[in-house]
């Protein structure tokens, strides 16, 4: 389950993903956005990357992403896809259903700065 189903382009937003009845804080995640011709991919692997934590929930897992500016440039107004794959240390790999987010237009097309 997907907790954000509308994001602007250029914005820089936290996407709240649930992997319902699925304690997958020991694994490897990966999230995909996907426009066709464009796609978004972030990963807690190897905790290389802070944009993307998980907590256990009782039987749930709770996961949040933050996405940038420069990714959120990249999609097109419209519906992108969005998934969840992941992996355990012995290989074991599952995904989940495919969820949908909604991308509206920035007049702005850049990256802004503070400052």
């Not at 907790?3 to 804080?25: K, M, N």
């Not at 011709?37 to 944009?51: F, H, L, M, R």
């Not at 440039?73 to 290989?91: E, H, K, M, T």
Request: hydrophobic share 35%; no cysteine; glycine share 8%.
């Amino acid at each position: 389950m997907i907790d954000v189903t509308f994001i602007r382009q250029g914005a820089s937003p936290v996407l709240e993903i649930t992997a319902v009845g699925t304690e997958i804080t020991n694994a490897t995640v990966y999230v995909t956005l996907d426009q066709g011709d464009v796609q978004i991919t972030k990963s807690n692997y190897k905790n290389n990357d802070p944009s993307v934590t998980m907590k256990a929930n009782g039987s749930d897992t709770d996961i949040t992403v933050i996405l940038s500016q420069e990714e959120t440039l990249r999609l097109r107004p419209g519906s992108a896809r969005v998934q969840l794959r992941w992996i355990f240390d012995d290989g074991t790999a599952d995904a989940s259903d495919m969820g949908r987010i909604e991308i509206g237009e920035a007049l702005l097309k850049g990256v802004i700065r503070h400052g």
